[in-house]
């Protein structure tokens, strides 16, 4: 199973982006999938994640947005109002069940955000 994250890139403070995360291979379900940063010299932290419930970091309530396509085992991130601070790299999470009946948690490889004038 492999996660495929995208969207990221340099951008103004105030500018949006979006990011996609798709998860492939031999997946029977997903549980809950979600996006972490890390930023440099800083622990990674949860940004948000959608599952049973929806999950915000503080620092982006209001802001950020997730939203999943469960047919096309997809996690997305909008990230409108971008602030210097939202610099990090993003990585995408998920839970997942394979064919096998494996429970395992993925990683993506992660997407650089720089927000910066």
């Known amino acids: 199973v492999q996660l495929q994250a995208s969207g990221g890139g340099l951008v103004q403070p105030g500018g949006s982006l979006r990011l996609s995360c798709a998860a492939s291979?031999?997946?029977?379900?997903?549980?809950?999938m979600g996006w972490y940063r890390q930023a440099p010299g800083k622990q990674r932290e949860l940004v948000a994640t959608?599952?049973?419930?929806?999950v915000y970091a503080d620092s982006v309530k209001g802001r950020f947005t997730i939203s999943r396509d469960n047919a096309k085992n997809t996690v997305y991130l909008q990230m409108n109002s971008l602030e210097p601070e939202d610099t990090a790299v993003y990585y995408c999470n998920a839970g997942v069940v394979t064919l096998r009946g494996r429970s395992l948690e993925v990683w993506g490889q992660g997407t650089q955000v720089t927000v910066s004038s």
């Open positions: 959608a599952g049973g419930n929806t």
């Open positions: 291979g031999s997946i029977f379900s997903i549980n809950d």
